[in-house]
């Protein structure tokens, strides 16, 4: 039996929810609550030193760092200021990136050896259109990004001096497929990236050695047949969508990737739904295990250890707990009082 430490940012109340689980039985129990900054979003966890780092979406835009305590619950440690408002953070080595949809900047800090981020290290460049997701891959050499309103992934080179363009890292997706959200296989050689408006999941290998991603034509689609969607479009940061740009358009959002690199699971949010299905020894896409109704516009989802997936509704108060096998997605149990739960990252504590 291991029990897990599972964090998330509800936007809508401002808070940071601390969840123990089991693995085994699933059973979730409250650690505790605390105050973030306003409309709290991506979250990076420092295991190591026990602390979370939630970037906050109001202005001027910050970073709070929080510890947790022998009893799981957080205490605010210290905000940074953060030069850009942050769709997306992540951390590699001592270096925490943090990606602007709207602004199209990417923003890089250093990490104090106390893990705190260190406010006057903060150099921002201009990228692409629509950044949606920095991740670094599991060696720790390459960082991707993806840009949404240009339908391809870029990639860096990781120095002592901080990321390097390189061009021979990145990748192109079909016309208005909107990338969005990476993952990795446990072991790097296969990254997947989910398509806003195209509703696929696409697999592409990766060269462990250079970085350099080939797509092997293999893909999962996340869109329930008989939900009526039509393949989404692009409308630019600042203006609202007209209704025939909304209504029963392809929303897809996030993507988990078992720590055994077995299955992938994807959520569609206009339909609101989860799509679960094998992935093969190299890395493609085997059979459909699941395809199921989950939490209302379902923007984020999580792992919580090697066997659940955790889903949240965007604009409610609850999530959802499945155990993830070979056999599909169980429901274990809802989770209320998140506060509109929209990310979610979990670390083993026993």
Do not use: K
């Not at 039985?25 to 295991?47: C, E, F, Q």
């Not at 953060?82 to 590699?92: D, F, K, L, N």
């Not at 790097?188 to 990236?193: D, K």
Request: charged share 15%.
């Amino acid at each position: 039996m291991a029990t897990y430490l599972c964090f998330v940012a509800g936007r809508l109340d401002g808070v940071l929810t601390s969840l123990l689980v089991d693995d085994e039985s699933g059973s979730v129990h409250l650690a505790g609550r605390t105050a973030t900054g306003p409309r709290p979003m991506p979250v990076v966890v420092d295991a190591a030193r026990a602390l979370v780092h939630v970037g906050n979406g109001g202005d001027p835009h910050s970073i709070t760092t929080m510890s947790w305590a022998a009893d799981q619950a957080t205490s605010p440690v210290a905000t940074a200021r953060c030069p850009i408002v942050q769709t997306y953070m992540s951390v590699v080595g001592d270096l925490l990136m943090a990606v602007s949809y709207a602004e199209c900047e990417l923003a890089c800090a250093r990490l104090g050896a106390d893990g705190l981020v260190d406010a006057s290290t903060w150099q921002v460049t201009r990228t692409g259109r629509q950044p949606h997701c920095i991740v670094p891959s599991p060696d720790g050499r390459h960082v991707y990004m993806s840009l949404l309103g240009e339908d391809r992934l870029v990639g860096f080179r990781v120095t002592s001096g901080g990321l390097v363009p390189d061009q021979r890292l990145g990748a192109a997706l079909d016309h208005e497929a909107g990338p969005r959200h990476i993952r990795f296989s446990p072991d790097g050689s296969s990254l997947y990236v989910t398509e806003e408006f195209g509703g696929n999941v696409v697999h592409m290998h990766r060269d462990n050695t250079t970085g350099a991603l080939t797509p092997s034509g293999s893909t999962m689609s996340c869109v329930a047949p008989g939900a009526g969607l039509r393949h989404g479009v692009y409308v630019p940061p600042g203006r609202e969508p007209s209704a025939d740009e909304s209504d029963q358009r392809i929303w897809a959002a996030d993507l988990v990737i078992a720590p055994d690199g077995g299955w992938a699971v994807a959520s569609e949010r206009r339909a609101s739904t989860l799509t679960m299905a094998a992935l093969n020894p190299d890395g493609s896409f085997g059979a459909r295990l699941a395809q199921l109704d989950t939490q209302p516009q379902p923007r984020g989802i999580g792992l919580i250890g090697p066997h659940l997936v955790i889903a949240g509704g965007e604009l409610a108060q609850t999530a959802t707990v499945y155990r993830a096998d070979a056999g599909g997605l169980s429901e274990l149990g809802v989770v209320d009082g998140l506060g509109g739960p929209i990310w979610f990252e979990s670390v083993p504590i026993g």
